[in-house]
């Protein structure tokens, strides 16, 4: 699962445990991992307020690209794994599974106690429903977890694989003796099966809210303008959906027919705050309990009697991105350029003054802590040198002129970067960057937006954009297709959207990244995977399509007297029902 990162410590990066299909196979009853036992009995009552930097977006799941959204609908709609907070290892929830000998069908069996809120039971049909909802959509951006399942691309509408003359998906069957049971099969392996096809964005939906939108017959019509995109009916999940306020905040209230049993907490609230400044202060005063601080705020948060840090390492990154294809900016198709730009910024620096330590520098996709990260010794590290950035742009064809700045043809080697508003990290960065090309003779124009406004721009191809500062989420699973693969690189005359809004292609780069989630051998182990993710991380190290930045740690901050937060690198709400606050 791929979303945009609205606060540099929002980035959860994509990675699996080591057996994933061996522990898929041998998946046993349960919710994920449990707190150490406590001798307090948990008391009933309370608000959860999350602070957050930006509003959500959506209240489908199918529809999210961003973490506020996802953050809020995972509250109300249940996924049918959970991965371990601490190791990533994926565990059944709502649902447990079994695979085919041959790698190719997933066989899945809901709880039998699993019901929505109005008391219908949650079946398999809730998952056809969000999968033929996924086919027609023209909003969402994760069709190409799907595109796999046999009948999928023949049911589907928009991109150049979809042919939308299929009623039905063939390769998703419901039990009819029990609708509890269905089972999915693909066309050929595909390694990232059970995270990317069965993930949070792929949980059931309920077919007797949404079911109407998508018709099996007239592929013109989806789930996108729903009302129930905005404000859900019934929900799965321990909180159901109450109110949102929009631009202030979304009011969730406890399920209390929820399936595992209801949460402690009378109400989830996330909460919208100006920009990390307000959100400590109002964690210190608790008008928020729980909320991400950058590292600016962190010696004065700990410095706190009442509130706890829990620090982590983030799974994610923040990066400046280049558009390649940029009619505005065409320094940026050449890789000379964009190497240039990587010596000419320190980000040892920025690590070291920003992140004030709490992080580390960035050269490849792959955070260090994933199993799919290369070797760094394998990766040009790009430190700091401006005789070698200034170099590259000469070979580039650009020369000095009196003013400081390089040129060629007449036209100044300039690009505008764009940050989002409100995260003071990434304005900071975007000061540093904007001082430290200038230094390197390259001019840069920064700006500032708000967050909603920047991620519909970069994932409907809005070319005003030529350089940007934002971060990546990427769930559990490694597999970096949904980003970087040419067919996700979004169309604005076709209306398609995507998330490889720099358009960047290379030699041999899709191949990687295909041969990395479905081997024409079928071998998803993670060596085999591995070597292809090598060839992907590298290619990308050498061509600097993003300035990869940095990898900053969770901090996460808690009131003392909230009990069971118990928060890891692939997981945070994993049990939210079961916080509370000792009075």
Known sequence: MHRFARTTSRLIAGIAV??????????????????????????????????????????????TNDVPSSNVTGRIYEPLYLPDPKTGEVKPNLGKWTISSDGLTYNWEID????????????????????????????????????????????????????????????????????????????????????????TTAG?????????????????????AAPENTAPTVASGPFKFKEWRK???????????????????????????ADSTVLAAQLKTGEINYGTIEAKDFDDIARQENLKISEYQNLGYTYIGWNTKSAGAPALA???????????????????????????????HHPPVSWAAPDPKTLNQYPLDKAKAEDLIKQAGYAKGSDGFYAKEGKTLEFSIVANSGNKVRETLLQVATEQYKGIGVKVNPKLEAFETMVDKLTNGNQEIQGWIIGWSLGIEPDPYGIWHSSQIPDPAKKTTGFNFG???????????????????????????????????????????????????????????????DPGPFSTYWNIEKWWFKQ
Not at 40 to 58: C, L, V
Not at 337 to 343: D, G, H, I, S, W
Not at 520 to 542: H, I, V
């Open 18 to 63: 080591a057996s994933i299909v061996a522990t898929a196979c041998a998946g046993q009853p349960g919710g994920g991992p449990e707190p150490a036992a406590s001798a307090e009995t948990p008391q009933k009552g309370g608000r959860i307020i999350e602070g957050s930097f930006a509003d959500i977006k959506t209240l489908n799941p199918m529809l």
């Open 112 to 199: 039998a106690n699993a019901s929505w809120s109005d008391g219908k039971p949650i079946t398999g049909e809730d998952y056809l429903t969000d999968v033929k909802a996924i086919a027609r959509s023209k909003a969402t951006v994760r069709k190409s977890n799907y595109e796999l399942i046999e009948g999928f691309n023949d049911y589907c509408v928009g991109p150049a694989t979809c042919k939308g003359t299929a009623t039905a998906i063939s390769g998703i069957q419901v039990d009819k003796s029990n609708p509890k049971k269905f089972s999915v099969k693909f066309t050929k392996a595909f390694c990232p099966a059970l995270v990317n096809a069965f993930g």
């Open 204 to 224: 059931p939906l309920p077919t007797h809210i949404f079911g109407k939108y998508t018709v099996d017959n007239d592929p013109t019509k989806n789930i996108d």
């Open 247 to 273: 631009g202030d905040q979304v009011i969730l209230e406890r399920n209390d027919t929820y399936w595992k049993g209801p949460a402690f907490a009378d109400q989830y609230i996330f909460k919208v705050v």
């Open 334 to 364: 050449d890789k000379r350029v964009r190497q240039a730009l990587a010596y000419g910024l320190d980000m040892d620096l920025v690590v070291k003054q920003i992140l004030f330590g709490h992080g580390t520098k960035m050269v490849q």
């Open 503 to 565: 358009a960047f292609t290379a030699p041999g780069f899709d191949k990687a990244m295909e041969d990395g989630r479905s081997p024409a051998n079928g071998d998803c182990s993670q060596a085999a995977r591995k070597k292809n993710y090598e060839t992907f991380n590298k290619t990308l190290n050498d061509e600097q399509p993003y300035n990869f930045g940095f990898s900053d740690n969770r901090i996460a901050v808690t009131p003392k007297s909230m009990r069971n937060f």
